[in-house]
């Protein structure tokens, strides 16, 4: 038995090349000393899954910014704005990837979005009328012919070109298939560039294989392949998918002259069915992904060893392999010897992963492996439950009824009452949580994590903030205010520190896009509110002034989705539980007399299914009631409120509003305020706040801006149900900006009610 991986991570152990590029960013060093980090970084993983005993080792998964970006230029998908810089090839690779600003003019950066169903977020290829697409260079083959000269040999992975195509931007009057013949003439070339340098195997990815796919998407997929893999020749191509099963397409896939094919048993929960319908072609390699590539977890290797059993009996030959590229995982476990041993013997990640890969192929081969030390100690570590359960909120979760996740009085009859109650005006104005971090704000919290001030200084400077926090939104004239967030870096590790059964590690970074990494804090065990999180604090601020301040806190779909969970219980129990957690601080809010609490769900569309047949049973069907969870026993009169950042939710209105919150505030200045259609078409009930400004953005707003949007939203949104604020939190502007803004939003707010009066 041989392993594959389908990629590496390639920011280094220690974030080298994020630390390298942005060094090239600021002009300390030049392009040839990037290269060449990279190509020293590049080596050195190669040996690490060299000495792992990797029979497939990837090359040109390495990328100096992102995997798409390298394709939109290896193909001469270069938009006209960034030929006419005239800068040199690394120059104009990253204009593209980061916009230009200097003496060579002013462009935009290309689109980035959110790679499948990940957290990695990749650059979207332009495809403009005049794009000719074609190969560039041989360039995806340097790194190849570096591993060879080491006397490693490699498979180069490119991007299919069905995937390349379904994922690029067509600009102009031009579609995908007005593209697809040059795209296919340039794929044709990458395989003679292949077959010239003596490359075995080829992987082409095409994740995009495991979406929904329309018959038309089927045929197209064939008839590029057909082509392509006439041209073949001596090169072995593997067809890689990942992130889900291919059921649209499997019998198609198989008869294709595919050499390999790459399947994902861990997110693909029909690939085993598929195979057992279908069988597998005999003159294939199956290229088995069972050991998860995205999560952090210790494989169980009953689970794999059995399935690789059963893959033997229908296919000559497999290959063990992850289910997609180990990208989205941190480099090594080794980087985190602050760890209790306990509870780092359950991590895999990167490294650790090519030693599990390693280990289950020789146990495929140990008659009665069963009784082996290395699958002994492995499957104690799926017996060891006592460290990670909590039979009290385990008990809690299995007492759940429905009374849990409803409020008691119908919405309708909730918001009238609350406006009686709060007595807030037509059109109030509020924000969404966190004000400026300044320079003192930040100190606060370096000096207290170095341990240079005590807890109780801490506080008391943080309560200073609050203070000049509320002052100035007094001042403002803000109907709804906020204490500001200064105690918080993140809204999700702060709760999670405050949470049981959450681990924090030091260095497990994860390339989120670019030069940028998130280090998502691990579900460890069953979860429990150690203590009051918030409740001192706004508490706090609600005795500072007349108005009412919102409690705020971060709702349990996005705490989940922003960190790794648990594999050894459902999503459901993890959100249910992160969910009672979060009930406990609101009612404690609500005991302390707060009169209005926001729950954030900013990363609520995160985790949909790719699959739209599984957007309810595997997710919005108990996410949704994991917020409702949060909520459910309040007082009618206590308004809640949520927030999310992207107003992409066109598609699941109903199931917003099904959340049961009174008022939702939403990103929306940037999609022009299409959003808005929807939710007067499907009948939303629960007051909104869109986005009347970009936070994204230094620009301060107009008062006659303001009024324009405010007059547009109330076209589509009854003038009792509509909140005015900003898009989203103003923690990353300037303090002078956010005041001018601010100013500006209440006047346009007073000015409309008026004439609404
Ligand atoms: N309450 C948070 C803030 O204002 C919300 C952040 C977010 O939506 N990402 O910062
Ligand atoms: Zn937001």
Redesign the pocket.
């Known amino acids: 038995m041989e392993f594959s991986i389908v990629g590496f991570p390639r920011i280094g152990a220690h974030r080298e090349l994020k630390f390298e590029t942005e060094k090239y960013f600021r002009g300390e060093i030049g392009g040839a000393e990037l290269l060449d980090t990279a190509s020293r970084l590049r080596a050195a993983q190669w040996k690490t899954q060299r000495d792992a005993g990797c029979a497939f080792i990837p090359s040109n998964d390495f990328s100096l910014y992102d995997g798409m970006l390298d394709m939109a230029f290896m193909l001469n998908a270069i938009p006209q704005r960034f030929r006419e810089l005239h800068l040199d090839d690394i120059g104009t690779y990253f204009a593209m990837a980061r916009g230009y600003q200097g003496p060579q003019g002013d462009v935009k950066a290309l689109a980035m979005k959110k790679w499948f169903n990940t957290n990695y977020h990749y650059i979207v290829p332009e495809l403009d009328d005049d794009t000719e697409p074609r190969l560039r260079s041989d360039a995806f083959l340097d790194g190849y012919r570096q591993a060879k000269a080491m006397g490693i040999e490699t498979k180069p992975v490119v991007v299919g070109p069905f995937t390349f195509l379904k994922l690029a931007h067509c600009t102009g009057q031009k579609t995908a298939a007005d593209f697809a013949s040059a795209v296919l003439a340039a794929y044709t070339s990458v395989l003679e560039k292949c077959a010239e340098n003596g490359v075995r195997w080829l992987q082409m990815d095409e994740p995009y294989l495991v979406m929904d796919l329309t018959a038309e998407d089927v045929e197209f997929f064939c008839a590029l392949y057909e082509k392509l893999l006439a041209a073949k020749g001596s090169v072995k191509v593997l067809l890689q998918t990942y992130f889900g099963d291919v059921r649209d397409c499997y019998e198609r896939l198989c008869a294709l002259p595919f050499d390999g094919i790459g399947l994902d048993f861990v997110e693909g929960r029909q690939t085993a069915a598929l195979m057992s319908a279908h069988g597998f072609p005999a003159d294939k390699t199956l290229f088995a992904g069972l050991v998860n590539g995205k999560n952090i977890w210790r494989c169980d290797y009953a689970k794999v060893l059995g399935r690789l059993g059963e893959l033997k009996a229908v296919c000559q030959r497999t290959v063990l392999s992850t289910s997609c590229s180990l990208l989205h995982v941190p480099y090594t476990v080794r980087n985190e010897p602050q760890l209790p041993a306990e509870i780092t013997q359950h991590f895999s990640f990167a490294c650790e992963k090519l030693a599990e890969l390693r280990e289950l192929c020789r146990l495929s081969e140990t008659p009665n492996y069963h009784f082996s030390s290395a699958y002994c100690t492995n499957q104690a570590l799926f017996r060891s439950g006592g460290l990670r359960e909590d039979p009290e909120v385990r008990a809690q979760v299995n007492a759940l009824t429905d009374a849990d996740f409803t409020r008691q009085m119908p919405r309708k009859e909730r918001q009238a009452l609350q406006r009686k109650v709060l007595g807030l005006p037509l059109l109030p104005t509020t ?4 004000f400026p971090q300044t320079k003192e704000v930040k100190q606060n919290r370096a000096k207290y994590r170095k341990g240079e001030i005590s807890e109780a200084e801490y506080r008391t400077n943080a309560k200073a903030f609050i203070k000049n926090c509320i002052k100035l939104q007094e001042e403002l004239g803000l109907d709804v205010l ?1 204490h500001g ?1 200064f105690e ?1 870096n993140d ?1 999700v590790e702060f709760f999670g520190e405050n949470l049981s059964g959450y681990v924090f590690t030091a260095n497990a970074w994860v390339q989120s896009y670019g030069t940028r990494g998130v280090k998502p804090p691990i579900v460890f065990g069953d979860v429990r509110r150690k203590k009051s999180i918030t409740t001192d604090y706004i508490r706090y601020a609600n005795s500072l002034t007349g108005k009412d301040v919102k409690g ?1 806190l ?1 709702g349990p779909v996005t705490i989940l989705n922003w960190s790794f969970p648990r594999e050894d219980i459902t999503t459901q129990e993890m959100m249910y539980q992160i969910g009672l957690a979060i009930r406990d601080e609101v009612l404690e809010l609500e005991a302390a007399g707060v009169r209005i609490i ?1 729950i ?1 769900e ?2 609520l569309r995160e985790k949909l299914p790719l699959r739209r047949a599984d957007w309810h049973s595997e997710y919005l069907d108990f996410a949704i009631k994991a917020f409702r969870l949060c909520h459910a026993r309040v007082k009618p009169e206590t308004q809640i409120h949520t ?3 992207y107003s992409e939710f066109e598609d699941i209105i109903p199931e917003i509003d099904a959340m049961d919150a009174d008022v939702i505030t939403f ?1 929306a200045s940037r999609s022009k305020l299409a959003i808005l259609d929807s939710l007067k078409a499907n009948h939303f009930e629960t007051e909104a706040g869109p986005g009347v400004y970009d936070i994204h953005s230094p620009r301060v707003p107009n008062v006659a801006e303001i009024e324009t949007a405010l007059r547009l939203m109330l076209e589509k949104i009854p003038r009792e149900s509509l909140w005015v604020n900003p898009d ?4 990353t502007r300037g303090e002078p900006e956010t005041v001018a803004s601010l100013t500006n939003l209440v006047k346009a707010a007073k000015t409309v009610r008026e004439s609404l009066a």
Do not use: F, P
């Open positions: 924000t969404i949580g966190s906020v967030e918080r809204m705020m971060t926001q954030d900013a990363a927030h999310m950042c990103e989203c939190g103003l923690k």
